[in-house]
């Protein structure tokens, strides 16, 4: 038996077997158990791109949660086979319950695969039991901007996970330590987020400093914390957690109204850094939906507070924010940019069709807030996003940066421009095809009662991911399992109007999808079960069926 570790490129193979005998006609299952324990993870990704780190070799020290519970790689396997029969029982349970559905296959591949990546290398829990993410994991995917191993762009990016939406309805508690990280310990004293986590939390914080993409605190991360943090408490009806958080929330929309908005006037013009890894500048819906949406969660937490004059001035601020961006930015067909291209000649659209720049009425729908821009000008927008920018193929079309379909897929473009005008340095990315959003958007087509395009796109993406060229549980953009693709749990939501208040206890649906024979699984904060709705001849049938746990 070799000893030692294998030389440079090559790898020691073994087998384990287990002799038995069969008789004829006999047959027999043998369990094989592939268990790990290890307890003490370091920060062994590298930091430097992002914090100014100059070397990668650290030794901080931060554990893992399963470590607490578990002694050793044995003791995982005991615990395993004393439990077998009930994790077994419980996994497919949840299968079967989240496949029987009456929704198109595509639809509901996209949300159980994609639920898979927070159990991928690119999520953790450290021992002290906080939960953190990477935007993606690093490897073949990433080989050409970093390394090939550990996490993608460090850490629990605000602009990136803006776009999740499985972990907070799955891992509620998770989520709500997402944001104790981020108004606890990451706020800057004026209320501005860094949007990335330097690891041990215990070290300075990344504040006053550059960090890498985008250069400065992305704002859309910004505004994306107020709106989850609401998200969290419908979720989970904890008066006590949004009491803890709630100072920090009014910090942060005094900053917005101190930097970005000092006149309140309800929009945004100058600086905007974003997801997109730059600054974008002038009038848009995509910032402007966002600090819309924020507004609206603003006052409904406001008044949860008792603080009705905030609540009242939240109000006022988003009626004249939404008056201008409907005054200024409506071209007839869909939302563009309002910005002076000699002043900013790059990294904007301009007249562009962009397909994210109804973001923040996707969030709003999410969180039963309405329509922030006039209902019928959204459906005309939402339409105009497939119009322009689906394609059925590739071939005709370079995708730069980097290439996420081949010549003969069918996806959604970041960005194209209709009408012409495009800049000659548009915004970044505009050529590429992201599953986020790609979910996003047919999201948005759901809740807009428009269930042609979006079943369009998400079939479209699910060709993609089929299993013969990709791996149907691997989204890929700035790495593997990519937390961005998340945003496919919102499909499930969408299809089936589903709004959930844990707070009032209030649980609503309003199917989209063949609602006259509709069945599809949901999930509460305390349980989890199928919802099932069937409509003939004016007569109507419906139920709630719990699965695991119960409802309030």
Same mark, same amino acid.
């Given at each position: 038996?070799?000893?030692?570790?294998?030389?440079?490129?090559?790898?020691?193979?073994?087998?384990?077997?287990?002799?038995?005998?069969?008789?004829?006609?006999?047959?027999?299952?043998?369990?094989?158990?592939?268990? +790990?324990?290890?307890?003490?993870?370091?920060?062994?990704?590298?930091?430097?791109?992002?914090?100014?780190?100059?070397? @990668?070799?650290?030794?901080?020290?931060?554990?893992?949660?399963?470590?607490?519970?578990?002694?050793?790689?044995?003791?995982?396997?005991?615990?395993?086979?004393?439990?077998?029969?009930? &994790?077994?029982?419980?996994?497919?349970?949840?299968? @079967?319950?989240?496949?029987?559905?009456?929704? *198109?296959?595509?639809?509901?591949?996209?949300?159980?695969?994609?639920?898979?990546?927070?159990?991928?290398?690119? /999520?953790?829990?450290?021992?002290?039991?906080?939960?953190? !993410?990477?935007?993606?994991?690093?490897?073949?995917?990433?080989?050409?901007?970093?390394?090939?191993?550990?996490?993608?762009?460090?850490?629990?990016?605000?602009?990136?996970?803006?776009?999740?939406?499985?972990?907070?309805?799955?891992? *509620?508690?998770?989520?709500?330590?997402?944001?104790?990280?981020?108004?606890?310990?990451?706020?800057?004293?004026?209320?501005?987020?860094?949007?990335?986590?330097?690891?041990?939390?215990?070290?300075?914080?990344?504040?006053?400093?550059?960090?890498?993409?985008?250069?400065? *605190?992305? &704002?859309?991360? &910004?505004?994306?914390?107020?709106?989850?943090?609401?998200?969290?408490?419908?979720?989970?009806?904890?008066?006590?957690?949004?009491?803890?958080?709630?100072?920090?929330?009014?910090?942060?929309?005094?900053?917005?109204?101190?930097?970005? =908005?000092?006149?309140?006037?309800?929009?945004?013009?100058?600086?905007?850094?974003?997801?997109?890894?730059?600054?974008?500048?002038?009038?848009?819906?995509?910032? !402007?939906?966002?600090?819309?949406?924020?507004?609206?969660?603003?006052?409904?937490?406001?008044?949860?507070?008792?603080?009705?004059?905030?609540? =009242?001035?939240?109000?006022?601020?988003?009626?004249?924010?939404?008056?201008?961006?409907?005054?200024?930015?409506?071209?007839?067909?869909?939302?563009?940019?309002?910005?002076?291209?000699?002043?900013? *000649?790059?990294?904007?659209?301009?007249?562009? /069709?962009?397909?994210?720049?109804?973001?923040?009425?996707?969030?709003?729908?999410?969180?039963?807030?309405?329509?922030?821009?006039?209902?019928?000008?959204?459906?005309?927008?939402?339409?105009?996003?497939?119009?322009?920018?689906?394609?059925?193929?590739?071939?005709?079309?370079?995708?730069?940066?980097?290439?996420? #379909?081949?010549?003969?897929?069918?996806?959604?473009?970041?960005?194209?421009?209709?009408? !012409?005008?495009?800049?000659?340095?548009?915004?970044?990315?505009? =050529?590429?095809?992201?599953?986020?959003?790609?979910?996003?958007?047919?999201?948005?087509?759901?809740?807009?009662?428009?269930?042609?395009?979006?079943?369009?796109?998400?079939?479209?993406?699910?060709?993609?991911?089929?299993?013969?060229?990709?791996?149907? +549980?691997?989204?890929?953009?700035?790495?593997?399992?990519?937390?961005?693709?998340?945003?496919?749990?919102?499909? &499930?939501?969408?299809?089936?109007?589903?709004?959930? @208040?844990?707070?009032?206890?209030?649980?609503?649906?309003?199917?989209?999808?063949?609602?006259?024979?509709?069945?599809?699984?949901?999930?509460?904060?305390?349980?989890?079960?199928?919802?099932?709705?069937?409509?003939? #001849?004016?007569?109507?049938?419906?139920?709630?069926?719990?699965?695991?746990?119960?409802?309030?």
């Amino acid at each position: 038996c070799p000893q030692g570790p294998a030389a440079s490129g090559r790898t020691w193979n073994g087998a384990l077997a287990v002799p038995f005998r069969l008789k004829p006609g006999e047959s027999r299952t043998v369990p094989f158990t592939i268990a +790990w324990h290890v307890p003490n993870r370091y920060v062994n990704y590298s930091q430097r791109g992002f914090f100014n780190f100059t070397d @990668d070799r650290s030794r901080f020290w931060i554990g893992n949660r399963y470590a607490t519970w578990f002694r050793s790689a044995t003791d995982v396997v005991s615990y395993l086979d004393d439990h077998r029969q009930r &994790l077994t029982a419980g996994t497919r349970l949840a299968r @079967d319950t989240f496949h029987d559905t009456t929704l *198109p296959r595509p639809l509901i591949e996209a949300v159980t695969s994609q639920m898979s990546i927070v159990r991928t290398p690119t /999520c953790f829990w450290d021992e002290q039991g906080h939960f953190f !993410g990477f935007e993606g994991c690093n490897g073949a995917s990433t080989a050409h901007h970093a390394e090939t191993y550990g996490g993608s762009c460090p850490l629990n990016c605000t602009h990136v996970w803006n776009y999740e939406m499985a972990l907070s309805r799955l891992y *509620p508690r998770l989520e709500r330590d997402m944001r104790d990280t981020e108004w606890h310990i990451q706020q800057h004293p004026t209320g501005y987020l860094p949007h990335r986590v330097l690891l041990p939390t215990y070290l300075p914080r990344t504040w006053d400093q550059p960090i890498g993409g985008p250069l400065n *605190p992305a &704002l859309d991360g &910004l505004l994306g914390a107020i709106l989850k943090t609401y998200r969290e408490y419908r979720a989970s009806g904890d008066d006590a957690w949004l009491d803890s958080v709630w100072p920090s929330v009014v910090k942060a929309l005094d900053h917005v109204w101190t930097a970005h =908005d000092p006149e309140r006037t309800g929009v945004i013009v100058g600086e905007q850094p974003n997801t997109y890894d730059i600054s974008i500048y002038g009038l848009n819906t995509f910032i !402007g939906t966002l600090y819309l949406a924020a507004l609206r969660a603003t006052e409904e937490m406001a008044r949860l507070q008792g603080d009705s004059a905030l609540a =009242d001035q939240c109000r006022q601020v988003f009626e004249r924010g939404r008056a201008a961006l409907e005054a200024r930015l409506w071209n007839g067909e869909y939302y563009i940019q309002d910005v002076d291209l000699e002043r900013y *000649p790059e990294q904007n659209w301009g007249q562009g /069709c962009h397909a994210d720049h109804l973001l923040g009425q996707w969030w709003a729908h999410n969180l039963g807030l309405g329509h922030v821009l006039d209902p019928e000008r959204v459906r005309s927008a939402a339409h105009a996003i497939v119009r322009h920018n689906f394609r059925e193929r590739f071939r005709d079309v370079t995708q730069k940066e980097r290439k996420f #379909a081949s010549d003969d897929d069918a996806g959604l473009l970041i960005c194209t421009w209709p009408r !012409g005008g495009r800049p000659e340095v548009p915004t970044r990315y505009s =050529d590429e095809v992201w599953t986020g959003l790609e979910y996003e958007v047919a999201g948005l087509l759901l809740w807009e009662g428009q269930v042609e395009e979006a079943l369009r796109i998400v079939e479209a993406v699910r060709a993609r991911y089929d299993g013969t060229k990709q791996n149907p +549980w691997n989204d890929i953009e700035c790495g593997d399992h990519y937390v961005r693709a998340m945003s496919s749990w919102a499909l &499930l939501e969408a299809a089936s109007g589903f709004g959930y @208040d844990a707070a009032t206890a209030s649980i609503t649906f309003a199917p989209v999808i063949d609602p006259d024979d509709y069945r599809a699984p949901f999930v509460a904060r305390d349980g989890w079960g199928t919802f099932r709705q069937r409509r003939d #001849a004016g007569a109507q049938e419906v139920s709630l069926e719990i699965a695991w746990g119960h409802l309030v």
